[in-house]
């Protein structure tokens, strides 16, 4: 199934968008917006290929629409979010951020998700001045961040960030990057550096000077290092702070294929052994778009290295396009319970009829 979307999904308070048992692909316009809501649940969806759109009436509920400013084509957009949770999500390919949190936005989880295909992956943290991103806590566990990626996984602002038990196997400039303070707790991780020598390090302070930095909270605890990565920590160490970046207890970074194995759509092509193969309905390659009102050309964009989406008709609404090549879902295969049920009853049936031919027999005789 193809959703494309024309202008900005506004997903409202207490809602859950659930995938599974379809293969659901959602690009266009926008695309996901979360805005100033909260207990959300994204979960099993493909979010790829979304651009900017905006200066348009978009509903935002059965019974109201309004005007909307430009948007920055994010995948999932979170604008003072609270209580929201994106599990087994695979996103790549799109014109800004992959997941972005900003303007106080707190209590967000990203699990079980794979990324790839993009330069500024995830931004978490509205500016340096914007002081109401200092309550942010994220957990950011058991991920996958996968090939042609660049930077941001994640950049952080403010707060206080758990990433616990994820898999980093690309990126071109760095991992981890932040700036105005944020408190970093890095544990049970793997990071595999590139080739490039100048790109071993996992961490980056974005243009702040060592001596500032120095007292930041950054630590990195239980964390796998390979082909010469390297975490540079910084600050005292300070219990108190990184209880407020602590979510879940790490496994050890020995598992770390088992515990990310499952990363992305389930069900889908998305995961860790057949990443490369992921099928984007309506693009070639997972670059150039067949689909009408979302343009993608590779090689531009601050993001994932598109152009803006609509095709000057149907810019005004919200579209769906179900692909061909979109899997139709299957009928759910007999259950073991449901299957030993039927041999029982065939059982006794047999028992039975073959009891009474006998008990004939005898009296026939």
């Not at 001045?129 to 942010?136: I, Q, R």
């Not at 243009?207 to 005292?236: C, H, I, Q, Y």
């Not at 979302?294 to 005004?316: I, S």
Request: glycine share 14%.
């Amino acid at each position: 199934m193809l959703i494309k979307l024309n202008e900005e999904l506004i997903v409202n308070s207490f809602k859950t968008i659930d995938g599974r048992g379809v293969n659901v692909h959602i690009v266009g316009g926008g695309c996901i917006t979360l805005q100033f809501v909260s207990n959300i649940i994204i979960h099993n969806i493909h979010i790829h290929h979304c651009v900017p759109s905006g200066n348009a009436n978009v509903r935002s509920s059965p019974t109201h629409y309004g005007f909307r400013t430009r948007s920055d084509g994010d995948g999932i957009s979170i604008y003072s979010g609270r209580k929201i949770w994106i599990d087994h999500c695979s996103l790549s390919y799109c014109k800004d951020g992959l997941i972005d949190a900003i303007m106080g936005s707190t209590g967000i989880t990203i699990s079980n998700s794979y990324f790839s295909h993009h330069n500024e992956v995830m931004l978490l943290g509205h500016n340096d001045n914007y002081l109401p991103d200092s309550g942010m806590q994220v957990t950011i566990a058991f991920n996958h961040f996968g090939e042609e990626l660049v930077q941001r996984m994640p950049r952080c602002r403010h707060g206080y960030f758990h990433i616990v038990n994820n898999d980093f196997t690309h990126w071109e400039m760095y991992a981890i990057g932040g700036s105005a303070n944020p408190t970093i707790n890095s544990q049970g991780n793997r990071y595999t550096a590139p080739v490039d020598p100048n790109a071993k390090e996992v961490t980056k302070r974005v243009l702040t000077d060592e001596k500032e930095w120095n007292d930041w909270n950054w630590r990195t605890d239980g964390d796998m290092m390979v082909n010469g990565a390297f975490f540079v920590p910084s600050g005292f160490g300070l219990g108190q702070q990184y209880a407020k970046a602590s979510s879940v207890e790490p496994k050890s970074a020995g598992i770390i294929d088992q515990l990310t194995m499952n990363a992305g759509v389930m069900g889908g092509s998305g995961n860790r052994d057949n990443s490369r193969s992921i099928s984007y309905p309506g693009f070639n390659n997972g670059g150039t778009s067949t689909v009408p009102g979302v343009a993608v050309g590779p090689g531009e964009g601050g993001g994932g290295g598109q152009g803006e989406g609509g095709d000057g008709n149907d810019v005004n609404y919200f579209g769906m396009i179900f692909g061909s090549n979109s899997s139709p879902r299957q009928p759910p295969p007999p259950s073991p319970i449901f299957l030993s049920f039927l041999i029982i009853i065939s059982s006794l049936f047999f028992i039975l009829y073959t009891n009474q031919i006998g008990l004939t027999l005898l009296l026939f005789l």
